[in-house]
């Protein structure tokens, strides 16, 4: 008994047959010593029968129709040989991501490729990541130029690796392989065949030029910038060939900005520049663009924070940590943690599909924090079991993270309420939209010396600090905030009463 396995392929390539067949002999004959197989010869026909045929062999079987493609195997499917050029695409990386920014890139065309050397930075909208490499090889084309918006599964470089590296393709595969070379094929054509390095290519698309229109003078046809510029010219767009761009090759590569608000012409003459919203920017469009459809309810109070300002001043006194700096901030959010045990409702999360308010079991308290980047807002997590310490401690290894823009996807995310320390900067209070699917959100302004009346009449300086309560009024009424809001100011005032009931 024998059986054969082939696989057809036909277009579109989702359409995947496989025939199986079982031959018997003609004619019983007792066995026969073992023979080498010999090799299969196949016949095609593209419009008409494929006959397969065994030398010295009993089995015959036909099948009509035409064949593109086909792969024989004796296992399910066939490894197919790519040439050791592998692409590197974008990774999903995080839930719900589907694109990022170019940040820059660690390395150029051309260059010798270790096994998990970092690639490129890239920035969604949760946070910033390093692109490492699965292979060992030599970089063989890059894609795209920093600022440039990828989405997740786009190839970003080419490499070139051993051929033991090349990934052993399955049949779900084999369709995708096809789409790849069609959809080359198809860019090829429709570019012109032009070659031209990714800067080359963003500079040709800031002039609004097409880079197949271009005749190239570097090697091998290839576009350089100085014919991007040369071309500029000719058609008037630029008037002098010695003007050069906002960024050079070299920093784009590098992905450093220059001065994007300085214009090139003479002093005196002033352009519109439209500046494009990236990374955390682009996420602050999206979630308050949500929340300014949310009906918000805003409670405002006055805290008397002179016990406060002294508690600070001897934490600071018999402070034997050298790099830790105290500051208010992580007295507020042990008093904010302490008053949420005792109205949960606050803490919540609410899901407007199913009508649903979710209870946190823990207090993540998130901080706002402005960077070079745009607005971030990581979290601390689990408030209710750390110290003033600890809270110190993890505030300042979050405020270093966003400063270089290196917080992770878990800083990030699973906040249940937030907090906007505007009086860092000044300012008295603010009005804050809730961070959703959190339902409150509280701005601390600055703490200010104020003169207030004694019982008699007496004027005396008080540490006034006013906050203002923003509620999604969906799901927190009037009453329930201002109750919240007085057990948190009581643990301000008196911060005996937080040590009392700390655990």
């Avoid at 029968?49 to 030398?55: K, L, W």
């Avoid at 974008?90 to 820059?104: H, N, R, V």
């Avoid at 440039?148 to 052993?168: A, H, R, S």
């Avoid at 450093?256 to 602050?284: C, I, N, W």
Wanted: glycine share 8%; net charge neutral.
């Amino acid at each position: 008994m024998m059986i054969g396995r082939l696989i057809f392929q036909r277009r579109p390539l989702t359409s995947v047959r496989r025939y199986l067949y079982q031959c018997t002999p003609l004619a019983q004959s007792p066995p026969s010593p073992a023979v080498k197989p010999e090799p299969l010869s196949l016949g095609f026909s593209p419009f008409s029968t494929i006959s397969f045929q065994r030398r010295n062999s009993s089995f015959n079987f036909n099948i009509p129709g035409a064949v593109d493609r086909c792969c024989f195997s004796s296992q399910a499917v066939a490894d197919i040989s790519t040439g050791g050029v592998v692409d590197v695409p974008l990774a999903q990386t995080g839930e719900g991501i589907a694109e990022c920014e170019l940040l820059k890139w660690f390395v150029r065309e051309g260059d010798e490729v270790e096994e998990f050397q970092q690639l490129c930075e890239v920035q969604s909208d949760k946070a910033t990541i390093e692109i490492t490499s699965r292979y060992k090889g030599k970089v063989a084309q890059i894609f795209y130029v920093p600022g440039d918006i990828v989405k997740v599964g786009e190839t970003l470089l080419k490499m070139v690796v051993q051929e033991n590296q090349v990934p052993t393709m399955t049949s779900n595969n084999l369709a995708g392989i096809s789409m790849r070379a069609e959809d080359s094929k198809m860019n090829k054509d429709s570019t012109g065949g032009g070659l031209s390095t990714p800067a080359v290519r963003n500079l040709a698309k800031q002039y609004g030029v097409s880079i197949s229109e271009i005749q190239g003078s570097g090697k091998d046809g290839r576009v350089l910038k100085e014919d991007v510029l040369k071309y500029a010219v000719q058609k008037g767009i630029v008037k002098d060939a010695s003007i050069t761009t906002s960024s050079s090759v070299e920093e784009q590569f590098q992905g450093e900005e220059s001065h994007p608000y300085l214009s090139a012409e003479a002093p005196g003459h002033y352009d519109d520049v439209k500046v494009p919203l990236r990374g955390f920017q682009r996420t602050m469009v999206k979630t308050m663009s949500m929340a300014a459809k949310v009906p918000h309810f805003h409670y405002v109070e006055e805290i008397n924070c002179d016990s406060l300002v002294g508690l600070k001043t001897s934490f600071e006194t018999n402070n034997t940590e050298p790099g830790v700096k105290y500051t208010f901030l992580p007295l507020l959010i042990k008093a904010l943690s302490m008053a949420l045990s005792k109205y949960p409702m606050i803490n919540s999360c609410f899901n407007e599909e199913s009508l649903e308010v979710v209870l946190k079991g823990s207090h993540n308290i998130g901080i706002a924090m402005a960077t070079p980047y745009g607005l971030v807002v990581p979290n601390i997590k689990n408030v209710q079991s750390l110290s003033i310490f600890e809270i110190t401690k993890e505030l300042s290894r979050l405020q270093q993270l966003a400063l270089d823009n290196k917080l992770s996807p878990v800083d990030i995310s699973g906040g249940t309420i937030s907090l906007s320390n505007i009086g860092a900067i000044g300012g008295k209070y603010g009005a804050p939209i809730i961070n959703l699917p959190e339902v409150a959100i509280i701005a601390i302004g600055r703490i200010q010396k104020v003169p207030q009346f004694d019982d008699e009449g007496n004027v005396y300086p008080v540490s006034i600090m006013t906050v203002n309560i923003g509620a999604d009024h969906r799901v927190l009424d009037g009453a329930t905030v201002a109750r919240f809001c007085n057990e948190w100011k009581q643990y301000i005032e008196k911060p005996e009463l937080l040590m009392l009931h700390m655990k």
